[in-house]
């Protein structure tokens, strides 16, 4: 099924190690996003990217790094994960940027950092 | 920064009931959209307002949007048990460098 698909959806992992989120999507959107999804600050962008090999920081990027090396994938790494880290990530797309569009968003990864 | 703000963080209704989330933002925008999101799930479009709009419908949906108090709402009409979920309000604003800021939602409850 055409879709955005978010893997793992759970993830435990301890401080100071290497985690990667995936992300996939089937439409071919130009846009994909990353957010995090805290108690009490709604969800906020950590990286987005326009198409393949562009990329560009939101407003939380620190200690993320991205890649986009195919249309179809935007994956998050955490080099070197902390606690405060910890949280649910959202995968999105979106065929355009105009703001009038509709982002499309996976079903999340709920991670923690123990 | 959140933009969006949403109120009531919470409401129970029964099923039937009209449901109205509020939603104000701080700076001038270009569009608003609403979302919604089911537990453990991801987010979902339901509708988008531009700023030069008033109100929009979509089946049981209406939205409204008064730019000169920089406020929307989300009514909900004939409200069922399916709607229970949070709610969030998305705005994009001028040379926001393609960033949508969510507001922290409405948590609705649909009593049967």
């Known amino acids: 099924d055409a879709g955005i698909t978010q893997s793992p959806r759970y993830k435990i992992t301890e401080t100071g190690r290497q985690v990667t989120l995936m992300c996939h999507q089937t439409?071919?959107?130009?846009?994909m996003f990353w957010y995090r999804q805290d108690l009490g600050h709604g969800l906020r962008l950590i990286y987005y990217?326009?198409?393949?090999?562009?990329?560009d920081k939101g407003e939380v990027p620190d200690g993320y790094v991205v890649s986009r090396s195919k249309t179809e994938n935007f994956p998050l790494t955490l080099e070197s994960a902390t606690r405060s880290q910890t949280s649910v990530y959202f995968c999105?797309?979106?065929?355009?940027?105009?703001?009038?569009?509709?982002?499309?968003f996976g079903d999340g990864t709920r991670l923690s950092i123990l | 920064s959140q933009q969006g703000e949403e109120d009531p963080q919470a409401l129970s209704i029964q099923e039937g009931e009209n449901a109205t989330m509020n939603c104000s933002y701080k700076?001038?925008?270009?569009?608003l959209q609403w979302y919604r999101q089911n537990s453990g799930r991801g987010l979902v479009h339901l509708i988008l307002?531009?700023?030069?709009?008033r109100e929009k419908h979509s089946g049981r949906l209406r939205v409204t949007l008064d730019t000169s108090k920089k406020s929307s709402s989300l009514l909900i009409t004939a409200s069922r048990a399916a709607d229970t979920a949070s709610y969030f309000c998305?705005?994009?604003?001028?040379?926001?460098?393609?960033?949508?800021?969510f507001g922290s939602g409405t948590q609705l409850t649909v009593l049967p």
């Open positions: 998305a705005t994009d604003q001028p040379g926001s460098a393609r960033q949508l800021t």
């Open positions: 700076t001038s925008i270009n569009n």
């Open positions: 439409w071919s959107h130009s846009y």
């Open positions: 990217s326009a198409a393949a090999d562009i990329t």
């Open positions: 307002i531009r700023s030069n709009e």
């Open positions: 999105a797309s979106s065929e355009g940027w105009l703001g009038n569009q509709p982002q499309h």
